[in-house]
């Protein structure tokens, strides 16, 4: 049976925003300020992972222990930088073609949800002007279990009252696919399907993306209006 889709759960950095390059800029200053460094392709590996745990596979890169309030005060310092970034950005950082679908999916009556490990996804959408957009925003501060957990997204999903086989996650990480499969939602890679193949179907942006061409390719429908 086809299934009707009635909600649209978007992950933030690397769906709505490029904000993958302000936390490999300020990730990298510490790790320097260390005596260390690593590369964008390790970047890669940091992408849905949480503040601390990305901050725990940079010291692990950099052979080095530390103790943990050594740990939170290195956390705090990245995101003091990271923070001087974000509060920069502006409309113009909305990733191509985010805003067109989202209006598409409003003026289809679809649900829209957010989904991120980021602690700072409300300041990010409040600069760049999306914040009445999403009627439900779970964040790194609402949630406590890691990507590819599907507890960000199921609690998206459980207060827009719609099931998980009726919604769809877009996602840019490897292990946010991984969540949302994890769930039973349908998943939408939003990158190269190198890899995001495990997801239902691959994007490489939103930009001339259809809500239909999505329906079409994951086998699913709208729900009737
Ligand atoms: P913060 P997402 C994630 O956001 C990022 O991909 C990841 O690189 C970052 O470490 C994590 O948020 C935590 O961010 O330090 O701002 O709390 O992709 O799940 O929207
Ligand atoms: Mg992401």
Not at 62 to 83: C, F, I, M, S, V
Request: net charge negative; charged share 25%; glycine share 10%.
């Amino acid at each position: 049976m086809t299934r009707a889709i009635e909600a649209c759960i978007f992950d933030l950095d690397g769906v709505i925003v490029d904000t993958a390059k302000f936390h490999f800029l300020a990730w990298r200053r510490l790790a320097n300020q260390l005596g260390f460094d690593f590369t964008e392709a390790q970047n890669e590996k940091l992408k849905g992972v949480s503040r601390i745990q990305s901050l725990e596979l940079i010291l692990q890169w950099g052979g080095l222990t530390l103790g943990e309030p050594e740990k939170l005060a290195l956390a705090e310092q990245k995101n003091d930088w990271y923070r001087d970034y974000i509060l920069q950005m502006e409309r113009g950082d909305i990733l191509e073609g985010v805003e067109d679908f989202l209006t598409e999916l409003k003026s289809r009556g679809l649900k829209i949800g957010l989904g991120s490990a980021s602690k700072n996804a409300e300041t990010i959408l409040q600069r760049v002007g999306l914040m009445d957009v999403f009627e439900v925003v779970i964040d790194g501060n609402r949630h406590t279990r890691s990507k590819p957990d599907p507890e960000v997204f199921l609690t998206a999903a459980a207060v827009l009252g719609v099931p998980p086989e009726r919604a769809i996650v877009f996602e840019d990480a490897e292990k946010g696919v991984e969540a949302a499969l994890n769930g039973g939602f349908f998943a939408v890679g939003v990158g190269s399907p190198d890899v995001l193949g495990h997801a239902h179907y691959v994007i490489p942006g939103f930009a001339g993306v259809h809500f239909e061409t999505i329906l079409e390719q994951i086998g699913a429908q709208a729900l009737a209006m």
